[in-house]
């Protein structure tokens, strides 16, 4: 590999400084890195700072996209997962230090889809189950926050060396005010100039039937579908028609079954018959993967009656979660800390107690609030993620909150004033607003339940 594409491989690699920054000062002992990338609207250099670090300094060639650069920094700064490049400075447009506008974050080596397949050909099985895990994890991050992606193309997903997997193309993933007008993905200048020459590399972005060809709607189910149509190619060495698309086993009768019906389903041209969220997809995939290890699967002896209430809802949860600790109990049931063992992140899990999952009328109640509550985007809401049943055991998994409740505050610390309450309080009612509006009561709400973020 040239010393000018030191650890990227794609065909974006670039060569050159290009002229919107080639005269900017980087601070003392920083330095140009030996090459760049190219993205959609953006451009991506690599710098080593006065650490000896890389980084990647993301620009835009257009003043106008200013604040939307500017909107995606923002975005990254408040992102925390191991897929997902944080943003770690961002630096302003001033004329004493020539430089920005633009933000820094780590460099990303590795290979993009797209190149590994060009170089290689089809995607082999444990390559597509790295990619749908690493993926579905990442997006699921996302759309808990209430964003979709939009952009997912073979050059927006990365591998390193050591099977890491990076998401990028985030530009696209801020709010659409952000995005200034008649601005989509795959539509942004690609030309790549080397001392020599210059040639155009552009990307196709999959198109989920739910699109036509002026819109551009990004959800978390069209999210959904561009992930399942990359898993696709790859199997196939094609990308999926618009219409009629061929069983995955048809062309690649090797895949794994619940590999096949999972990316079968989530190509619906219905989004309603997709996955309801991608954690859902996941586990399907992984319950059907006999290499998965397990910490406690249904299939071990059903516990006692008078087991303890711990026991029980760690042989109903098993396959998906490992239960990790106690956070607490109310009316309807107890809440525990819970790995999530498919997306790789800790989440907290309320199992309904045995006398109300048992009754028909609470149950159906139950589950129209939860299905209403996950679509509930606002920040007094904890989210929802997803919910499920095994035999007479029911629970719903949500967000963590790491700084607990308003009763663990006050126990530690004692009253709080009225002018710091006041803010939170205003908050709590205007989310009990939004939820009434859509037909939700929260029929328990103590101290014990209004939680801490940050």
């Known amino acids: 590999m040239s010393n000018s594409n030191r650890g990227v491989v794609t065909p974006r690699a670039t060569r050159i400084i290009p002229p919107h920054i080639f005269d900017w000062n980087l601070p003392p002992d920083w330095s140009w890195g030996p090459g760049g990338m190219l993205g959609d609207y953006r451009h991506y250099q690599e710098v080593i700072d006065g650490l000896g670090r890389s980084l990647s300094l993301v620009t835009v060639s257009d003043p106008a996209h200013t604040d939307w650069l500017f909107a ?9 997962h191991p897929s997902i ?3 770690y400075h961002y630096w302003k447009s001033y004329k004493e230090a020539r430089r920005g506008p633009g933000y820094l974050r780590r460099w990303v080596t590795g290979e993009t889809v797209r190149a590994r397949l060009a170089r290689l050909g089809l995607g082999d099985i444990p390559y597509v189950l790295q990619l749908v895990r690493g993926a579905c994890s990442t997006l699921a991050y996302l759309h808990d926050s209430g964003m979709a992606h939009g952009g997912l193309n073979a050059d ?6 050591t099977g890491r997997l990076w998401m990028l193309e985030w530009q696209w993933a801020v709010p659409r005010s952000d995005i200034p007008p008649g601005v989509r993905p795959g539509n942004g200048p690609l030309e790549i100039r080397t001392h020599d020459a210059s040639r155009i590399v552009r990307s196709e972005l999959p ?3 739910e699109w036509n060809d002026a819109d551009w709607t990004p959800t978390p189910l069209s999210d ?7 898993c696709f190619t790859a199997l196939t060495g094609e990308a999926p028609p618009q219409r009629e698309i061929p069983p995955v086993k048809w062309l690649r009768p090797e895949t794994p079954e619940s590999l096949a019906i999972a990316i079968d389903r989530a190509l619906c041209s219905d989004p309603q018959s997709r996955f309801r969220s991608l954690g859902v997809m996941l586990r399907d995939i992984d319950r059907g993967d006999p290499a998965r290890t397990m910490v406690i699967v249904r299939g071990e002896p059903r516990p006692a009656e008078e087991a303890s209430a711990e026991a029980r809802v760690r042989w109903a949860v098993g396959d998906d979660y490992e239960i990790l600790s106690p956070l607490g109990s109310g009316a309807f049931g107890t809440v525990w800390r819970a790995r999530d063992l498919s997306l790789e992140r800790e989440v907290a899990l309320k199992a309904l107690h045995p006398s109300i999952a048992r009754g028909d009328g609470a149950m159906r109640s139950f589950w129209r609030e939860a299905r209403l509550a996950a679509q509930l985007a606002h920040p007094a809401i904890v989210p929802i993620y997803d919910w499920d049943s095994s035999g007479d055991l029911s629970w719903y998994t949500m967000e963590l909150a790491e700084e607990g409740s308003v009763a663990s505050l006050v126990a530690r610390s004692g009253p709080r004033t009225i002018g710091e309450i006041t803010p939170e309080v205003e908050l709590v009612l205007d989310g009990l607003i939004v939820a009434h509006a859509n037909g939700i009561l929260h029929r328990d709400l103590k101290p014990e339940n209004i939680l801490i973020d940050r």
């Open 72 to 80: 995606e920094a923002k975005q990254l700064g408040q992102r925390s």
């Open 85 to 87: 490049p944080t943003t």
């Open 156 to 161: 927006a997903l990365w591998t390193t060396p």
């Open 207 to 209: 198109m989920p039937p």
């Open 224 to 230: 959904q579908w561009q992930l399942a149509s990359l």
